[in-house]
């Protein structure tokens, strides 16, 4: 079985170049996007110049996160990639050379895919002849990856061309999109060693998503039967050539190695585990803040969305929240409603006084935000500014009452108050108390009737009463600064919660618990989840660091969703400073994942695979 690599000293950097080949570079569609760019502050210190990234170019992604270098700079360079640019532009390609403006600053070459629409037919022709790669008519996005495949071939066998008899080239491809390459440059013979990553294989993916069993039936799977019946047999064939083209296949977790070996027919050659650029304080104090600073704006929308209905004490109130692509059973959204429906019952039975406020965050297409959400937010908001106008009434004319009195006790407070705010007060509270049930999802689903989450609300009768220990907020968009129900980053939101919830059934990494430990709030996986079961190879004693690992490789969803009520349970009880004192476990082993220790595994890849030819 392939190992993960043992890390290696920075003095063992390979002396070679190095591009990096993403579909996710400058834009931002999947989790790719995430590991490129959190590595990238690890990377760009140990390769220096040497190092590049590669990828389409899309005009409306790029324009926020894309700095192309001015002709005159450009002119002034005389590193290969630069020098592979100008050839390229002379002969007539539409490509940018620039700095992706994230941390680090990494220098990125991105190609327009459009370009070569022209040779399409040419290209899939020379794709299903020379490798029997089949491709459909009608399918832009496939027409897109073919002819960025073609587009990047020719940019690396351009720099390779320049650099003959220099430093060896190292190309590093991620996922089937950008892998299409991989193929034709070996038939050449181009003087490069690839690296292609699968971070999930495609097939897999679909069939976990269509067999709850996927586990159990994975070596008995016919892949090109499959592949067919999904309808997506020239995107798994495209990965299989990459897999088998590379002059080293590696994977991001053990647990994808076995879906290699059955849906891919290779072994990989390393497992390479991905990280996060992992944010200290000097303060030890200071994510303890942020903390209380995030968690108040929760609180303020949790007022908004329940407190129109019923109120509760905040100080007594735990917030957990799940996300990531909504994919009902294989991000664990079944499991996790489950294990919520019974710690409810819990709750209840026990007389546990803690409410649980649990979030959904996912994407799903809606038409609007509920406008009775978005108007008790704002009558809210109006009975801020009524108090904050009575506050400073009251607070001028108390203090001039306290200076000119020979009385020491508090006056009566309420005679200090205008007639005119007495009765809009009276009127804002009238306007703003209902007794309607707050609703369990933020939006207007394009398909209500057929929401999976909903569903389930719905049967198992957890729609928000007052008695309800466990409350529910599903928002169907992902939490941005631009949210009128949160006005806040995610990362900003995650630090603000008490637990992330993430029983994956299928998850091949699993950044969102990862995400979570990085900002110092404890997490649940699973030991499906690449994430979890690396915690279990490797993290002594993971619950005392704030990793919770659900166990469900060989147990029934009755069983795990029980292992997860009493995790859960078990949180719940848990005192204030107990709570604090997990965080701080959480924050002080974040390291453990910090792309400053993980990245190393990538070069020791590279190395291996510059001993083969």
């Known amino acids: 079985m392939p190992t993960s690599l043992a890390p290696a000293p920075d003095a063992l950097l390979p002396d070679a170049l190095l591009i990096e080949v993403a579909w996710e570079v400058c834009n931002q569609v999947g989790g790719i996007y995430t590991v490129i760019r959190s590595k990238v502050p690890a990377t760009v210190p140990a390769w220096g110049e040497r190092y590049c990234l590669l990828g389409p170019y899309f005009a409306h992604m790029a324009q926020g996160e894309f700095e192309n270098y001015e002709d005159h700079h450009l002119d002034l360079m005389d590193d290969p990639y630069a020098v592979a640019v100008r050839q390229l532009r002379a002969a007539g390609y539409d490509i940018c050379f620039g700095t992706w403006l994230v941390t680090g600053r990494p220098r990125v070459v991105l190609i327009n895919p459009?370009?070569?629409?022209?040779?399409?037919?040419?290209?899939?022709?020379?794709?299903?002849?020379?490798?029997?790669?089949?491709?459909?008519?009608?399918?832009?996005?496939?027409?897109?990856?073919?002819?960025?495949?073609?587009?990047?071939?020719?940019?690396?066998?351009?720099?390779?061309?320049?650099?003959?008899g220099k430093q060896r080239l190292l190309v590093h491809f991620h996922e089937w999109m950008t892998g299409v390459a991989i193929p034709e440059l070996r038939r050449e013979r181009t003087p490069a060693h690839l690296v292609f990553t699968t971070h999930a294989t495609l097939l897999g993916r679909y069939l976990a998503m269509n067999d709850p069993d996927f586990y159990d039936h994975l070596m008995r799977v016919d892949w090109l039967a499959e592949s067919r019946h999904f309808n997506i047999e020239p995107a798994v064939t495209m990965e299989r050539a990459a897999a088998h083209g590379s002059h080293v296949f590696t994977t991001v977790s053990e647990l994808t190695v076995r879906e290699c070996i059955y849906l891919l027919d290779r072994m990989p050659d390393a497992v390479l585990p991905n990280g996060l650029n992992i944010e200290r304080f000097v303060a030890g104090h200071e994510f303890q803040n942020l903390h209380q600073l995030y968690k108040a704006k929760i609180n303020e929308f949790v007022m908004a969305h329940f407190f129109h209905s019923y109120s509760f004490e905040l100080d007594k109130t735990l917030y957990f929240f799940t996300s990531g692509r909504y994919e009902y059973h294989n991000k664990g959204f079944d499991l996790t409603l489950e294990a919520l429906a019974r710690l409810n019952y819990r709750l209840q039975q026990g007389g546990v006084d803690v409410q649980v406020v649990m979030f959904f965050i996912t994407k799903r297409p809606f038409t609007s935000i509920n406008p009775q959400v978005l108007e008790r937010r704002a009558v809210l908001e109006e009975v801020r500014q009524t108090c904050r106008a009575i506050e400073e009434q009251v607070g001028e004319r108390l203090f001039y009452a306290a200076a000119a009195s020979s009385d020491h006790r508090l006056p009566e407070l309420g005679s200090m108050v205008d007639d005119y705010w007495k009765l809009r007060y009276r009127r804002t509270l009238q306007s703003w108390k209902s007794n309607a049930l707050p609703p369990v999802i933020t939006h207007n689903l394009v398909d209500d009737q057929n929401d999976d989450i909903l569903n389930y609300l719905r049967r198992a009768n957890l729609l928000n009463y007052q008695h309800d220990r466990v409350k529910i907020v599903y928002h169907p968009d992902f939490v941005s600064t631009t949210s009128p129900l949160f006005g806040m980053e995610y990362g900003q939101f995650v630090r603000g919660t008490?637990?992330?919830?993430?029983?994956?059934?299928?998850?091949?990494?699993?950044?969102?618990?990862?995400?979570?430990?990085?900002?110092?709030?404890?997490?649940?996986?699973?030991?499906?989840?690449?994430?979890?079961?690396?915690?279990?190879?490797?993290?002594?004693?993971?619950?005392?660091?704030?990793?919770?690992?659900?166990?469900?490789?060989?147990?029934?969803?009755?069983?795990?969703?029980?292992?997860?009520?009493?995790?859960?349970?078990?949180?719940?009880?848990?005192?204030?400073?107990?709570?604090?004192?997990?965080?701080?476990?959480?924050?002080?082993?974040?390291?453990?994942?910090?792309?400053?220790?993980?990245?190393?595994?990538y070069d020791r890849a590279y190395a291996l695979a510059l001993e083969r030819q």
Not at 139 to 152: K, N, P, R, T
Not at 530 to 551: M, T
Not at 571 to 580: A, E, K, Q, T
């Open 498 to 601: 008490h637990l992330g919830v993430f029983p994956s059934y299928y998850e091949p990494w699993g950044y969102t618990p990862l995400e979570c430990v990085a900002r110092g709030v404890p997490a649940v996986t699973s030991d499906l989840s690449g994430f979890g079961d690396y915690a279990l190879q490797n993290v002594p004693d993971p619950e005392q660091k704030g990793i919770f690992v659900v166990h469900r490789q060989e147990r029934t969803f009755d069983e795990s969703a029980e292992e997860l009520t009493e995790m859960l349970w078990q949180f719940v009880l848990l005192s204030r400073r107990d709570r604090i004192q997990q965080r701080n476990n959480v924050e002080s082993h974040a390291d453990l994942f910090d792309w400053k220790n993980l990245r190393v595994y």
């Open 114 to 164: 459009f370009q070569a629409y022209g040779r399409l037919g040419q290209i899939k022709a020379d794709l299903w002849e020379r490798h029997g790669i089949p491709m459909p008519d009608n399918d832009d996005l496939l027409h897109q990856v073919v002819a960025f495949g073609e587009l990047s071939r020719i940019f690396i066998q351009t720099v390779a061309a320049i650099q003959a």
